[in-house]
């Protein structure tokens, strides 16, 4: 632990000196006669406690102060004045300047001394204390970094279970345009057998074949797009994110006897800051547990018709987005735990149980909002809130 004694007095400087290197065998004791050489000693070294004498000529203790108090590299040393000033007239301006004390002349070698060993104590713990909070970020920064892979991970193996909704629906999607291709295709094979087939005839097949094949195309687009990163934020208009989900989903669902309804006002812009990629999957995630949902217990009931019904309101400074499905609902006991990682009601395969909770993560994280879930008639609702 180092101090440096600044005073114009060498009859001071010395007997502050001995006293100090006497009382403390720690301690490393800088002396100087002027603020020029205190100020380059402190740039120069490290500086635990400064005393420095208020009156001195060319440039007083005052200035010092000031000086090092607004150099970044210095202004945190504490500095105990020692001045023959009364102390109300000093008090003001010395603790402005930094001062975490104040002692007057002559000075009481005593009093010095037992100044001195309360700060060295203080300052020790200090240092132990910012010891203590560098190993505590440490910690910290790793434990975040931890949990940071682990939360990539989680994200992965989401858009992985996801991708595997995606493939789904693009094969029912992709059902009626390659039947349609197949059907033009015999039908031009079959006219041209005939003799049936003109120049007009073959370009009308020609477009129909080639809209077909866009409608394929964009398909494929959609699938790529759908799993990258949104690299900044963007407005999202809800209708339109909901509705490309929906235009995703909406053959297989078809399929599985689920129907798809999605009510808002036509008048109403719904607009929200967020990651538009990022969003709709949260969509498609609700969307697959609904559907989940209702095919477990169209087991149960063969006749049951599936639906899911969307609602989409703007209410003074918020707007919420609504999933209801007819899927049965979800037992009170497990709606708490329902956004946890890894926590599903699946069979083994059937899910990995981190759907739900990245879809929070999501909402609450990058979108300012909130979800969560009820039951409500023959079904589960997920409600989504977003602040506007």
Known sequence: MKILVVDDDREYLDMIEMALKKAFNELLVEIVDNGKDAISKCNAEPIDLIFLDVNMPKMSGINVANILKNVEKTSSIPIIFVTSNSYADFA?????????????????????LNRVALYITIIKQQKSLEEANAILKKRVDKAMYENELHEQMLIHQSKTSVMGEMIGAIAHQWRQPLNIIATSMINLETKAELGMLDLNEIKRIYTKIN???????????????????????????????????????????????????????????????????????????????????????????????????????????????????????????????????????KFAGQGTGIGLYLSKSIIEKFHNGTIEVYNKNDGACFEIKFKI
């Open 211 to 345: 809209t077909t094949l866009q409608f394929l195309s964009k398909t494929i687009d959609d699938f790529r797009n759908f799993f990258l990163t949104s690299n900044s934020k963007e407005k999202i208009n809800l209708v339109q994110a909901v509705n490309y989900t929906i235009d995703l989903v909406s053959a297989q669902f078809k399929a599985h006897n689920i129907a798809i309804e999605f009510v808002y006002n036509k008048d109403e812009s719904y607009m929200i800051d967020g990651y538009f990629n990022e969003f709709r999957q949260v969509v498609l995630n609700l969307f697959a547990n609904s559907k989940d949902a209702i095919e477990a217990r169209m087991k149960e009931n063969e006749e049951l018709d599936g639906y899911i019904k969307i609602t989409l309101s703007k209410v003074s400074d918020s707007i919420s987005l609504t999933f209801c499905d007819n899927g049965g609902g979800i037992s009170p006991e497990i709606q708490s735990k329902i956004f946890n990682p890894y926590f599903t009601t």
């Open 92 to 112: 003001d301006k010395g603790f402005e300047m930094g001062s975490i004390d104040y002692i007057s002349k002559p000075i009481d070698i005593n009093l010095l």
